[in-house]
């Protein structure tokens, strides 16, 4: 089989042993196939939000483009104001922001000047109203100010032709506004990543038809659904697919046809995995892991013609988890990201006791928040189960306890991944 991927996941993975692969061992054979799609697209800066930017964006314009006052108060020549006691200076124009000084500041001469203004010619400093005091047409300083304050000089923020923006950047609000201050209307952004997905399992039934007796309804489409375009990528839902070799392998081809990334639900823990596992070896190459990680155990990564392959396990909460901890990341440098940084993760204390058996991972779901005495903390959302969707909702952040880790007690500190920032 010809794939585009090398070297072999085959060769990659072989240094692990599959059946207790670490979640950094498991990222890191990832991390060897991340090569951004190619195609990118020039668009009006409004439609780049959330899109990564596919080139280094210059300025066109020194920024800020003239020297300009940054406070309200009286532009000044430095070498006018006396070493010690107040100085008296004739005023002799107002400028506003916006409006071009009407002559340069002659010696013993101030200016009334507002932020943002054009500094005038021959001034060199800007003393805030409250350090002066007008009589009439004359403005006493204070002493004790210093050359060149208040002054912001062209270029300052950024020089004419210095990168404003990096490729690879993905572009937030801040963005479409440093764009827009530089008067950019177009820029090149990488063509959004289209991902397929689909459910297995012959107990699904999907939102709008009645459940029949041991049948549930699907859910893990919707959260990937949500997962995936609250990042920004286009989404292929190809529904539930029938835990049935022919119905896998059409869904798995048409799939890798249309999308960059596959992925799936369901069907790959030990006795599922036996059943798909040479269906995928015929159509490409994939991986078969058990992660130390809990929820999540079961994984699976590869390769199906052009496409990548992430087959996550079928409980809910498992899916999400693995989708933050593998798919994420990689969708990301996909899509053209670089760098990819991982979540942030924060130490707080927890509150409630947390059962914990070392040798493995674990994403447990955890409520922080403020306390009265002005402490952030952590607790339990209770029941860990993985098939416990509730507890995702209820929750506002992972509690990642690490591998050796064994219980822990009431008041010890823990590391959490807050939902805000990776959702
Ligand atoms: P599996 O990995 O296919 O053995 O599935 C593990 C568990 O997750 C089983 O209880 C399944 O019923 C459940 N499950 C699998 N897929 C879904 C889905 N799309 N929505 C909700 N639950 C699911
Ligand atoms: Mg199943």
């Not at 997905?197 to 009645?210: C, K, R, Y």
């Not at 693995?322 to 798919?327: C, E, G, K």
């Not at 940084?341 to 914990?356: C, E, N």
Request: with cysteine.
């Amino acid at each position: 089989m010809n794939t585009p991927f090398s070297p072999s996941l085959a060769s990659c993975a072989d240094e692990y042993d599959p059946h207790s692969m670490t979640v950094e061992q498991a990222r890191s054979v990832i991390a060897h196939y991340l090569k951004p799609v190619a195609g990118t697209v020039r668009v009006p800066v409004r439609s780049a939000l959330n899109r990564v930017l596919a080139e280094d964006v210059l300025s066109p314009v020194d920024v800020p483009s003239h020297a300009n006052s940054a406070m309200d108060g009286y532009a000044v020549r430095f070498d006018d104001l006396a070493a010690s006691g107040e100085t008296a200076l004739a005023l002799s124009q107002t400028v506003l922001a916006g409006a071009v000084p009407s002559h340069p500041l002659g010696p013993g001469q101030t200016a009334r000047i507002m932020t943002g203004a054009m500094v005038p010619a021959g001034a060199d400093t800007v003393v805030m109203q409250e350090q002066a005091r007008r009589e009439g047409e004359q403005v006493w300083i204070a002493e004790g100010q210093h050359r060149a304050q208040h002054v912001r000089h062209p270029g300052e923020d950024l020089a004419k032709g210095m990168p404003a923006l990096r490729k690879g950047q993905k572009v937030h609000p801040a963005e479409l506004g440093l764009l827009a201050s530089l008067g950019i209307g177009e820029v090149l952004v990488y063509r959004p990543l289209r991902v397929a997905f689909f459910s297995t399992g012959d107990e699904l039934v999907s939102i709008g038809q009645p459940l029949g007796p041991g049948q549930i309804y699907d859910s893990n489409r919707y959260t990937l659904y949500g997962m995936l375009t609250e990042l920004g990528f286009d989404c292929l839902d190809l529904g539930v697919v029938r835990d049935h070799p022919v119905a896998l392998e059409n869904a798995f081809e048409e799939a890798s046809r249309m999308a960059d990334v596959v992925i799936t639900s369901g069907g790959v823990s030990v006795g599922d995995a036996d059943f798909i596992k040479p269906l995928l070896a015929r159509l490409g190459e994939t991986v078969f892991w058990k992660i130390a990680m809990k929820p999540g155990r079961p994984l699976a990564y590869g390769h199906l013609g052009n496409s990548h392959f992430f087959g996550l396990p079928g409980n809910p909460v498992a899916v999400m988890v693995t989708f933050y901890t593998f798919v994420r990341e990689a969708l990301l440098a996909l899509s053209g990201v670089s760098p990819v940084v991982p979540p942030a993760r924060l130490r707080v204390k927890t509150t409630t006791p947390l059962k914990k058996a070392p040798g493995r991972t674990e994403f447990q779901r955890g409520v922080v928040s403020l306390g009265a005495d002005g402490t952030w903390s952590v607790r339990s959302t209770g029941n860990q189960g993985s098939g416990i969707l509730r507890s995702m909702s209820e929750a506002n952040c992972f509690i990642v306890l690490p591998l050796e880790s064994g219980p822990v007690q009431a008041g010890a500190e823990v590391e959490v991944q807050l939902f805000e920032g990776i959702l």
